[in-house]
């Protein structure tokens, strides 16, 4: 009995280190210069413990791209062109509920964020057409909302694009900086 033991044994260790051998085959992209990062309104709720009542209302996936020296609005991303709203693929924003921005009533679900720079404005995009590299395949037909900001400038460059939310009275505020150029667009739900 103690025979077929080791000998089941060996061919299970066998087996295993023949897998390993075969997944250090596997190459495995590098890390990405344009990061993926979520972030969610409220900030606090991916730490909420199993009694809190937090729950999501707005979730924004997007990429990060890096300053690495240039001038980006108006330069590497130029004023009057629709731009991603980050990196790689389209930034999706899901809201959990119902919210209006711009003065007209958002349904629950998920979307794509565009943007279209200018020196003094932008004009925020909600549309659509989700999964989607960049904005090569961008379709106004598909927008839902257009509404246009104002740009503020930083005293300091933000090196990666950044988006967070802070509180307001009846809603949130959707905060996108980089470089040194920042937007706000207020959510109400």
């Not at 991303?77 to 003065?103: L, S």
Request: charged share 20%; proline share 5%.
């Amino acid at each position: 009995m103690r025979n077929i033991f080791i000998v089941v044994f060996a061919l299970i260790c066998f087996n295993v280190s023949a897998q390993v051998a075969t997944n250090a085959d596997i190459k495995f992209p590098a890390a990405d210069s344009s990061p993926a990062d979520i972030v969610y309104f409220p900030l606090n709720v991916t730490k909420a413990k199993a009694n809190d009542l937090v729950e999501p209302i707005i979730k924004v996936i997007y990429s990060r791209p890096q300053k690495k020296g240039r001038d980006i609005f108006g330069v590497l991303e130029q004023y009057g062109n629709v731009w991603r709203f980050g990196a790689n693929e389209n930034t999706e924003i899901r809201f959990f509920k119902k919210v209006t921005i711009g003065g007209k009533r958002v349904k629950a679900g998920t979307y794509s964020l565009f943007a279209i720079p200018n020196k003094d404005s932008w004009t925020i995009i909600l549309n659509l057409q989700t999964d989607r590299w960049g904005a090569f395949t961008y379709d106004s037909r598909k927008d839902i909302v257009r509404v246009n900001v104002p740009v503020k400038t930083l005293p300091k460059p933000i090196e990666y694009f950044s988006i967070t939310f802070t509180n307001v009275e009846k809603g949130a505020t959707l905060v996108a900086a980089w470089d040194k150029t920042q937007i706000e667009l207020p959510i109400v739900f």
